[in-house]
């Protein structure tokens, strides 16, 4: 039999305020704690609960190491009129992305019709749709990269040096229809899939990781202290040495395996972002464009379905189904997650994240 834990239930508001106050409390200026909450409870309400407010931990460990500067705000210098460098000062990467994005989609807005910043000296910003959405609404398409701490090995190889660095992008969608939105780790799975095993209590599929001594793991433990496994053997490699290409040689951040994990509390992370933000309706008019994404989202999720299949999504689509979904019934935890975030909770004299509803789920 399956033992069972409780999933407990906390409404979105509850979670923002709690991030916001945690980060204010841990020296973060109270707009910018704002920015990094929204960015976290939209990842748990898009069902990336791996990238949502149980990170706040993890990034207040960092501040407390002093690798991380909650007080550090990041400059933005004007390279071409379309082009913009951001230097994100050590400081959260949520800001330092938040900023280049915003300076994209000015940028793109103008004649030029596009906007390109890299960022660099960033951290990790978490979910990568966050700053794919932050271009939607502002009707922008966009391609949103970052590199990240090493957990690959390149084709071939058996040591960690390449991120699990999502690679991620958006058009808007055409009438009354849901947006384009990739956003993806060129791994099997992303890594923040088996911190969140570990933590419940769980073990991750075959197929996933290798163990240090390259062996095939379900065990969450070994999978962190071996390797992920690369989606599409060298297809998946050379995707995540594209995003070092883009993020970090280009930028002028750190690369091949210089970038420190959002977990390793021992020097700043040294994060690089590239963002691409374009206005859709260059080469046809808005309506043009709106009405061939609609035509694409009535093929793709109109194709015959394999068997067994009830419904096919587009791309981007089963998180803002998720998302809906989770507006209404509230963001799930288990308790040793909700007992780690009141754990900071008590250190600096916030009022606790309290859960308000529940329900039990099998143990996989
Ligand atoms: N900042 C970092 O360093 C970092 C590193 C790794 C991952 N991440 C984040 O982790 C999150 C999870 O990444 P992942 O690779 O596990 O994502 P995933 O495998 O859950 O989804 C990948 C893509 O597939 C689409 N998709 C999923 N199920 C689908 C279905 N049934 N039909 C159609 N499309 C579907 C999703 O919309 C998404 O665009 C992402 O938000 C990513 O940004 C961040």
Known sequence: MPSSYHLLLVPPSTAHRFAVDLLTHNGVASTDAAIIASA??????????????????SYIARIRHGVLDPHASPTLKQITPVVALVDGHNGFGFLAAHMGMDAAIRMAQGEMGIGLVAVKHSNHFGMSAWVVQQALDAGMASLVFTNSSPALPPYGGREKLLGVSPIAAGAPGGPGRRPYIIDMAPSVAARGKVYKALRRGEQIPKGWALDKHGRETQDPQAALEGVMLAMGGPKGSALAIMMD???????????AGNVAGPYDPSRPGDVGHFLLAIRPDLFLSRQ??????QYLYERVTGAERAEGVDRIYFPGEVELV????????????VQAELDALNEEAKRVGVDLLTAELQREKARL
Request: hydrophobic share 40%; glycine share 10%; proline share 4%.
């Open 40 to 57: 976290l409870v939209e990842a748990d309400l898009r069902g990336h609960d791996t990238h949502g407010i149980q990170r706040l931990p």
């Open 245 to 255: 290409v883009f993020s970090g040689v280009l930028t002028g951040s750190a690369f």
């Open 322 to 333: 998720t998302r809906e979904r989770r507006m209404r019934e509230g963001i799930p935890v």
């Open 288 to 293: 043009e464009f709106a009405a061939r994404m």
